[in-house]
Nanobody, 121 residues
Framework: QVQLVESGGGLVQAGGSLTLSCAAS????????MAWYRQAPGKQRELVAH???????NYADSVKGRFTISRDNAKNTVYLQMNALKPEDTAVYYC???????????????WGQGTQVTVSS
């Protein structure tokens, strides 16, 4: 079984910073892409940032220049450094990873439980 566990959410004032972490554990053969999504109340879940196995990154336009995604393959962990936070960044942030649990078979999507980020004005 594979688990993704997020940490680092919380309450911060506008203009502040937070760093989210997501550690994958369990029966992992390899991890391909990893990503952060978020879902605000009454809105659909949206992609925030994505990083490939080769560490190529892309970002939602709304966070470009403010957020940075990175990964530590030795620790099976992905990070999201969030700077210059705005009230509209308030959401539950979810970690996603595409993981193979053995050398045969296709990779599958796994999700964390989510961590709340609240930015006050």
């Amino acid at each position: 079984q594979v688990q993704l566990v997020e940490s680092g959410g919380g309450l911060v004032q506008a203009g502040g910073s937070l760093t989210l972490s997501c550690a994958a554990s369990g029966s992992i053969f390899s991890i391909n892409a990893m990503a952060w999504y978020r879902q605000a109340p009454g809105k659909q879940r949206e992609l925030v940032a994505h990083i490939t196995g080769g560490s190529n990154t892309n970002y939602a336009d709304s966070v470009k220049g403010r957020f940075t995604i990175s990964r530590d393959n030795a620790k099976n962990t992905v990070y999201l450094q969030m700077n210059a936070l705005k009230p509209e960044d308030t959401a539950v942030y979810y970690c996603n990873a595409v993981i193979k649990i053995s050398w045969v078979g296709a990779p599958h999507d796994y999700w964390g439980q989510g961590t709340q980020v609240t930015v006050s004005s």
